[in-house]
């Protein structure tokens, strides 16, 4: 996103007023997430365990016009995210929205994962997940409700090779996007999913293609032909935290350009010519 108003469905004020969180706020698609926010007038409080990854986003942010709080932030702790809330509290006085974004992930066959790779994983992923959204909850409740949006995946529903430990966490963080939101509901606070597929210029993307090679595999089977975006990401979330979205809630966008559901079809579809 950019401060282009043609690049965008939405108003260039429509969080003006509201403070987000977002865990993993200064890199790959926390960092795209930040900066729709900001683009579109929230003032950002931007966690990560390295605050080194978060200064330049903040330093960004306050370019746009807007306030940011840098917080070094293990969201495996639970007492550091109460903290963070509370330092959001203290320079903001209300959160509206939370991004839990955080993420731990590697490539590795499930018959040699370690306990101590499989725990990394879901601690972060899935506890992490729970300890902001159970610490950010009184201060979105104050606020008069808010939302929450948590960053899934495709192969939640799917599977994947050498993801087991993280399709396992995020599937868990997709069942607890529901649970929280039909408890939270009467609170006015909504919480919901943005499930992306592979994002291009992402850890994530590199790794594929350093490892095994299929990217280029992976983007020849997308529909619309490319890869995801941060900013297609962002454009989700953004929804999602706006007033346009006030009567959603419990539910998952997939922003992955059909790969989930046609890729085999738009396959045979490149080789149509052959059976004409």
């Given at each position: 996103?950019?401060?282009?108003?043609?690049?965008?469905?939405?108003?260039?004020?429509?969080?003006?007023?509201?403070?987000?969180?977002?865990?993993?706020?200064?890199?790959?698609?926390?960092?795209?997430?930040?900066?729709?926010?900001?683009?579109?007038?929230?003032?950002?409080?931007?966690?990560?365990?390295?605050?080194?990854?978060?200064?330049?986003?903040?330093?960004?942010?306050?370019?746009?016009?807007?306030?940011?709080?840098?917080?070094?932030?293990?969201?495996?702790?639970?007492?550091?995210?109460?903290?963070?809330?509370?330092?959001?509290?203290?320079?903001?006085?209300?959160?509206?929205?939370?991004?839990?974004?955080?993420?731990?992930?590697?490539?590795?066959?499930?018959?040699?994962?370690?306990?101590?790779?499989?725990?990394?994983?879901?601690?972060?992923?899935?506890?992490?997940?729970?300890?902001?959204?159970?610490?950010?909850?009184?201060?979105?409740?104050?606020?008069?409700?808010?939302?929450?949006?948590?960053?899934?995946?495709?192969?939640?529903?799917?599977?994947?090779?050498?993801?087991?430990?993280?399709?396992?966490?995020?599937?868990?963080?997709?069942?607890?996007?529901?649970?929280?939101?039909?408890?939270?509901?009467?609170?006015?606070?909504?919480?919901?999913?943005?499930?992306?597929?592979?994002?291009?210029?992402?850890?994530?993307?590199?790794?594929?293609?350093?490892?095994?090679?299929?990217?280029?595999?992976?983007?020849?089977?997308?529909?619309?032909?490319?890869?995801?975006?941060?900013?297609?990401?962002?454009?989700?979330?953004?929804?999602?935290?706006?007033?346009s979205a006030s009567h959603i809630t419990g539910h998952e966008i997939t922003v992955d350009g059909g790969a989930s559901i046609g890729g085999l079809f738009k396959q045979v579809g490149d080789r149509i010519d052959i059976v004409r």
């Amino acid at each position: 996103m950019t401060d282009d108003s043609s690049s965008t469905a939405f108003r260039p004020d429509i969080l003006a007023g509201k403070v987000a969180i977002v865990t993993g706020g200064g890199t790959g698609i926390g960092a795209g997430i930040s900066r729709a926010l900001a683009e579109h007038s929230a003032h950002l409080v931007l966690a990560s365990r390295r605050r080194a990854h978060l200064e330049p986003m903040a330093e960004e942010v306050t370019r746009l016009g807007r306030e940011a709080l840098v917080t070094e932030l293990d969201v495996r702790d639970s007492e550091g995210c109460e903290a963070c809330v509370a330092a959001a509290l203290d320079r903001f006085g209300r959160v509206d929205i939370l991004i839990n974004n955080a993420a731990g992930n590697f490539l590795t066959p499930a018959d040699q994962l370690s306990e101590r790779g499989w725990r990394a994983v879901v601690d972060i992923v899935l506890n992490g997940t729970f300890n902001m959204s159970q610490a950010v909850h009184a201060a979105l409740r104050e606020s008069g409700g808010g939302s929450i949006v948590n960053i899934t995946t495709t192969y939640v529903g799917t599977g994947a090779p050498f993801m087991a430990h993280s399709g396992a966490a995020k599937a868990g963080v997709m069942n607890l996007t529901r649970s929280l939101a039909v408890e939270w509901g009467p609170e006015g606070i909504r919480v919901n999913a943005v499930a992306p597929g592979l994002v291009e210029d992402t850890e994530g993307a590199r790794r594929l293609a350093e490892s095994i090679g299929i990217v280029d595999d992976y983007r020849a089977a997308v529909p619309l032909g490319r890869l995801v975006r941060t900013d297609d990401v962002a454009a989700a979330v953004l929804f999602l935290c706006s007033d346009s979205a006030s009567h959603i809630t419990g539910h998952e966008i997939t922003v992955d350009g059909g790969a989930s559901i046609g890729g085999l079809f738009k396959q045979v579809g490149d080789r149509i010519d052959i059976v004409r």
